[in-house]
């Protein structure tokens, strides 16, 4: 008898037995729901409508009651509760032990942090068009300020507050980069809340669409650099802007 017969507490892989056995090629899994859950709905809808508050308009707290917005929904607190947590990871809300919870606003200084990481994303982003996107998509984005010439800018700011937004939003898609693409995604709800409330200081429109124009000239030329610096330029100087005017975020 060998020393691994006389040796009953080892116990190892019959090799042999295991050539022989049906090899496992997929893991046994169940069927899941595919529907979105609720969390992720009453997400989806919380984050929505802060991004819609326009909160930096007044410095009023706006207290989230968690309850109210389960009745609202028509479903019970858990999910409600999921997805507040979520929002706070995010950075969207904050709890306050005993008090409840609130939509947070960015002091100035963090939404210049804010504004100056996403001038490197978008800057990025310019560069990778110039040198990946079609001639047909850089001229979308040309295409969406025509309804602004011949002075028609200040009869719908409001409207153009939303092509802004569409524009920026564009450049990094157009990027074709899921990495910046996702690191941006949430910087920038951020930053479209603050965009909707400067665009219509000190004649910040007038000046946003002259750069947007000047950024589509160097995408159609294909000037990477040049494109680039311009649209790092553009985002650096929301940031001064921030730093020189929104004392209201103090």
Same mark, same amino acid.
């Given at each position: 008898?060998?020393?691994?017969?006389?040796?009953?507490? %080892?116990?190892?892989?019959?090799?042999?037995?295991?050539?022989?056995?049906?090899?496992?090629? #997929?893991?046994?899994?169940?069927?899941?729901?595919?529907?979105?859950?609720?969390?992720?709905?009453?997400?989806?809808? =919380?984050?929505?409508?802060?991004?819609?508050?326009?909160?930096?308009?007044?410095?009023?707290?706006?207290?989230?009651?968690?309850?109210?917005?389960?009745?609202?929904?028509?479903? !019970?607190?858990?999910?409600?509760?999921?997805?507040?947590?979520?929002?706070? /990871?995010?950075?969207?809300? %904050?709890?306050?032990?005993?008090?409840? &919870?609130?939509?947070? %606003?960015?002091?100035?200084?963090?939404?210049? *942090?804010?504004?100056?990481?996403?001038?490197? =994303?978008? /800057?990025?982003?310019?560069? @990778?068009?110039?040198?990946?996107?079609?001639? *047909? *998509?850089?001229?979308?984005?040309?295409?969406?300020?025509?309804?602004?010439?011949?002075? %028609?800018?200040?009869? #719908?700011?409001?409207?153009? !507050?939303?092509?802004?937004?569409?524009?920026?939003?564009? &450049?990094?898609?157009? /990027?074709?980069?899921?990495? =910046?693409?996702?690191?941006?995604?949430?910087?920038?709800? #951020?930053?479209?809340?603050?965009?909707?409330?400067?665009?219509?200081?000190?004649?910040?429109?007038?000046?946003?669409?002259?750069?947007?124009?000047?950024?589509?000239?160097?995408?159609?030329?294909?000037?990477?650099?040049?494109?680039?610096? @311009?649209?790092?330029?553009?985002?650096?100087?929301?940031?001064? #802007?921030? /730093?020189?005017?929104?004392?209201?975020?103090?």
């Amino acid at each position: 008898m060998s020393s691994r017969d006389r040796n009953p507490r %080892r116990v190892g892989l019959d090799r042999g037995a295991a050539a022989r056995a049906p090899l496992a090629r #997929h893991p046994a899994l169940q069927p899941i729901d595919v529907t979105p859950s609720f969390k992720h709905q009453a997400y989806t809808a =919380l984050k929505n409508a802060i991004v819609a508050m326009d909160i930096y308009r007044n410095r009023d707290d706006i207290r989230l009651d968690e309850r109210k917005l389960a009745q609202d929904f028509g479903i !019970s607190r858990t999910p409600v509760r999921e997805a507040m947590a979520q929002l706070e /990871s995010e950075g969207f809300v %904050r709890s306050v032990p005993r008090r409840g &919870i609130y939509v947070v %606003r960015k002091t100035k200084r963090e939404v210049i *942090e804010m504004i100056t990481a996403w001038a490197a =994303l978008e /800057s990025m982003a310019a560069r @990778l068009i110039t040198q990946t996107a079609t001639d *047909e *998509e850089i001229a979308g984005l040309r295409k969406m300020f025509v309804t602004f010439e011949n002075g %028609r800018l200040r009869a #719908h700011l409001d409207e153009y !507050s939303d092509v802004n937004i569409e524009f920026h939003q564009t &450049i990094i898609k157009l /990027s074709r980069n899921d990495v =910046l693409i996702d690191l941006a995604e949430n910087l920038f709800t #951020h930053m479209r809340m603050i965009r909707r409330k400067t665009i219509g200081e000190k004649d910040r429109a007038d000046r946003s669409i002259r750069d947007h124009m000047n950024i589509i000239e160097a995408l159609e030329a294909r000037a990477t650099g040049r494109a680039e610096e @311009l649209v790092r330029d553009h985002a650096l100087g929301l940031a001064d #802007h921030v /730093s020189r005017y929104a004392d209201y975020l103090d």
